[in-house]
């Protein structure tokens, strides 16, 4: 493979510049990561210490192997709403004896774990990740159910909790659920629908109904054990596998369960990498504030990709678009990456060619996105920019080996679909510190909305004043640059996190490693007889 060189000059006033903006980016992203971390606040995570519990990730920590990493996904959830940041439940991806494993556990420090509209969101979005990419479900339960006062946006979607647990056993994708405490009304579906259970003796509660509402609902009087204790479900109902004395004996029965899966991934297994010839703490200064200046995304390649080895092709085509092979992690990868921003036809082509190349030889895709959308004007049009993004678009859209997605800069309009945005079903998308993704950008909007308001002024005969169009023009501006940020989208769940860039290989590679415990296999065109179209 061609070893990638590296224009930028580490030293220059730019690269320092642009290298001090993302750290005050991260420092506030920092920030926000300690309200996730807090839970409900001290008063609450002391009460819980006081009844002898471990918090979420306490818990998680020690279900994971010795030293062994856990990609927490989606930690800003509820970002910017009046529920806490983190929606109440942590995520994310673990190795649990030998096993990548994705893993839901209940913060018992927020309303006692109940389920707001922003966690079900997350649990499903976590559910949606395990069935992907094959990997055993592991629910850490402790939780009221539903946070009663937003019932209506949980009730009706709240059942696909349920039918996902049922379709991932019907796969063979085991879920297991470790009951800490309560397990109540709904919830008591999550051990109910699990292949495999652990209570915990004088701590565990599963019930559809508790007490009062039993005595609500029947007359009947009754109380929590013989309802639906821990004890009761391990030798009358059945319903507990496994009767575990602690907390730390359900997680060490959680990991034995585990081990004796006979788990193994389905995906083809990495060659030995080697890590880039640039430091990744480099990432840091390539990409400047101001997203209308260009950087050369190959810059960020060689930071990322083993050996800084790069195979480009078609690099004299479609130059705005770079598209090549490399390994990352020793998996092979195949990258889109924006260049100068704009997707013209050429660049659309490219990709659609290149798309299908990776599904051919059953390589996964990297797009790394930097664009503000498919070219317009005259030009453009008659020269058929619509049809050749959709060729783009319907080649992503039908593409079926597994896609990434990083958001390194601008990622506006269609050409967010076409790089392989949500809602074209990436793996997994991660944002830097420094994206921003909207319909288009904050000016442009604003323009078009002005444009558009004078235009209707002079139909109907009416004065148009310039101190309101630009009062206008600002709050238009303030309001999509806020909801244009990554801490933004990542609080409506829209992307799996914000990352510092320096972790993207990282990160990266747990997921290339998560993916292929599932089989990679790119589209076929089983009796048609169709194989690639040079476009």
Same mark, same amino acid.
């Given at each position: 493979?061609?070893?990638?060189?590296?224009?930028?000059?580490?030293?220059?006033?730019?690269?320092?510049?642009?290298?001090?903006?993302?750290?005050?980016?991260?420092?506030?992203?920092?920030?926000?990561?300690?309200?996730?971390?807090?839970?409900?606040? +001290?008063?609450?995570?002391?009460?819980?210490?006081?009844?002898?519990?471990?918090?979420?990730?306490?818990?998680?920590?020690?279900?994971?192997?010795?030293?062994?990493?856990?990609?927490?996904?989606?930690?800003?959830?509820?970002?910017?709403?009046?529920?806490?940041?983190?929606?109440?439940?942590?995520?994310?991806?673990?190795?649990?004896?030998?096993?990548?494993?994705?893993?839901?556990?209940?913060?018992?420090?927020?309303?006692?774990?109940?389920?707001?509209?922003?966690?079900?969101?997350?649990?499903?979005?976590?559910?949606?990740?395990?069935?992907?990419?094959?990997?055993?479900?592991?629910?850490?339960?402790?939780?009221?159910?539903?946070?009663?006062?937003?019932?209506?946006?949980?009730?009706?979607?709240?059942?696909?909790?349920?039918?996902?647990?049922?379709?991932?056993?019907?796969?063979?994708?085991?879920?297991?659920?470790?009951?800490?405490?309560?397990?109540?009304?709904?919830?008591?579906?999550?051990?109910?629908?699990?292949?495999?259970?652990?209570?915990?003796?004088?701590?565990?509660?599963?019930?559809?109904?508790?007490?009062?509402?039993?005595?609500?609902?029947?007359?009947?009087?009754?109380?929590?054990?013989?309802?639906?204790?821990?004890?009761?479900?391990?030798?009358?109902?059945?319903?507990?596998?496994?009767?575990?004395?602690?907390?730390?004996?359900?997680?060490?029965?959680?990991?034995?369960?585990?081990?004796?899966?006979?788990?193994?991934?389905?995906?083809?297994?990495?060659?030995?990498?080697?890590?880039?010839?640039?430091? +990744?703490?480099?990432?840091?200064?390539?990409?400047?504030?101001?997203?209308?200046?260009?950087?050369?995304?190959?810059?960020?390649?060689?930071?990322?990709?083993?050996?800084?080895?790069?195979? +480009?092709?078609?690099?004299?085509?479609?130059?705005?678009?770079?598209?090549?092979?490399?390994?990352?992690?020793?998996?092979?990868?195949?990258?889109?990456?924006?260049?100068?921003?704009?997707?013209?036809?050429?660049?659309?082509?490219?990709?659609?060619?290149?798309?299908?190349?990776?599904?051919?030889?059953?390589?996964?895709?990297?797009?790394?996105?930097?664009?503000?959308?498919?070219?317009?004007?005259?030009?453009?049009?008659?020269?058929?920019?619509?049809?050749?993004?959709?060729?783009?678009?319907?080649?992503?859209?039908?593409?079926?080996?597994?896609?990434?997605?990083?958001?390194?800069?601008?990622?506006?309009?269609?050409?967010?679909?076409?790089?392989?945005?949500?809602?074209?079903?990436?793996?997994?998308?991660?944002?830097?510190?420094?994206?921003?993704?909207?319909?288009?950008?904050?000016?442009?909007?604003?323009?078009?909305?002005?444009?558009?308001?004078?235009?209707?002024?002079?139909?109907?005969?009416?004065?148009?004043?310039?101190?309101?169009?630009?009062?206008?023009?600002?709050?238009?501006?303030?309001?999509?640059?806020?909801?244009?940020?990554?801490?933004?989208?990542?609080?409506?769940?829209?992307?799996?996190?914000?990352?510092?860039?320096?972790?993207?290989?990282?990160?990266?590679?747990?997921?290339?490693?998560?993916?292929?415990?599932?089989?990679?296999?790119?589209?076929?065109?089983?009796?048609?007889?169709?194989?690639?179209?040079?476009?």
């Amino acid at each position: 493979m061609t070893v990638l060189k590296s224009g930028v000059d580490t030293e220059s006033a730019e690269f320092l510049a642009n290298a001090e903006a993302m750290r005050n980016k991260l420092a506030e992203l920092d920030a926000e990561h300690a309200k996730a971390l807090a839970g409900g606040g +001290e008063k609450y995570l002391e009460r819980h210490r006081k009844r002898g519990k471990l918090l979420a990730r306490e818990r998680i920590e020690l279900l994971l192997d010795r030293e062994a990493p856990f990609l927490e996904l989606s930690p800003l959830a509820a970002w910017g709403t009046d529920y806490t940041v983190g929606a109440s439940v942590v995520t994310g991806i673990g190795v649990v004896s030998g096993v990548e494993c994705l893993i839901v556990a209940n913060d018992p420090t927020v309303k006692g774990g109940a389920s707001n509209p922003h966690s079900l969101r997350k649990s499903l979005r976590a559910a949606e990740i395990a069935k992907c990419n094959r990997l055993p479900l592991i629910n850490l339960v402790e939780s009221g159910g539903a946070d009663l006062p937003t019932q209506k946006d949980i009730f009706i979607p709240g059942g696909a909790t349920f039918r996902n647990l049922t379709q991932l056993s019907a796969e063979g994708i085991p879920t297991i659920s470790l009951v800490f405490g309560n397990s109540t009304a709904g919830g008591a579906y999550l051990p109910g629908m699990s292949d495999h259970v652990v209570m915990i003796a004088e701590r565990s509660k599963v019930f559809l109904g508790g007490p009062p509402l039993v005595k609500m609902a029947t007359g009947e009087e009754s109380d929590d054990e013989s309802l639906g204790g821990a004890e009761m479900h391990a030798r009358t109902s059945g319903l507990a596998d496994y009767l575990a004395t602690d907390e730390s004996d359900a997680i060490r029965i959680g990991r034995d369960i585990v081990s004796r899966l006979n788990w193994h991934k389905r995906g083809p297994e990495p060659v030995a990498s080697v890590p880039p010839r640039f430091a +990744e703490e480099e990432l840091l200064g390539i990409v400047p504030p101001d997203l209308k200046m260009p950087f050369d995304p190959r810059d960020v390649l060689a930071r990322l990709v083993d050996g800084s080895e790069f195979d +480009e092709f078609k690099p004299l085509y479609g130059t705005s678009l770079v598209t090549g092979w490399a390994r990352l992690h020793g998996y092979p990868v195949g990258v889109l990456a924006n260049s100068r921003g704009v997707l013209f036809s050429e660049e659309s082509q490219k990709a659609t060619q290149f798309i299908q190349l990776a599904n051919q030889s059953d390589t996964p895709l990297l797009f790394l996105h930097n664009t503000t959308g498919y070219m317009v004007g005259k030009e453009y049009e008659q020269g058929g920019i619509i049809k050749h993004g959709a060729m783009m678009i319907n080649a992503v859209s039908n593409s079926k080996v597994p896609h990434l997605s990083v958001l390194m800069g601008s990622s506006y309009g269609a050409g967010h679909y076409g790089m392989c945005g949500r809602a074209y079903d990436p793996r997994f998308l991660f944002a830097w510190p420094s994206a921003k993704s909207a319909v288009m950008g904050p000016a442009q909007l604003a323009g078009v909305l002005s444009i558009v308001a004078r235009a209707a002024a002079q139909a109907r005969g009416a004065e148009y004043r310039e101190e309101d169009d630009a009062a206008m023009r600002a709050a238009v501006e303030a309001q999509i640059e806020a909801e244009s940020l990554p801490i933004f989208l990542s609080g409506m769940l829209y992307d799996d996190g914000v990352i510092d860039p320096r972790d993207t290989r990282t990160v990266l590679g747990l997921c290339l490693s998560a993916i292929h415990n599932a089989p990679v296999a790119g589209a076929r065109f089983d009796g048609a007889g169709f194989g690639v179209f040079r476009m």
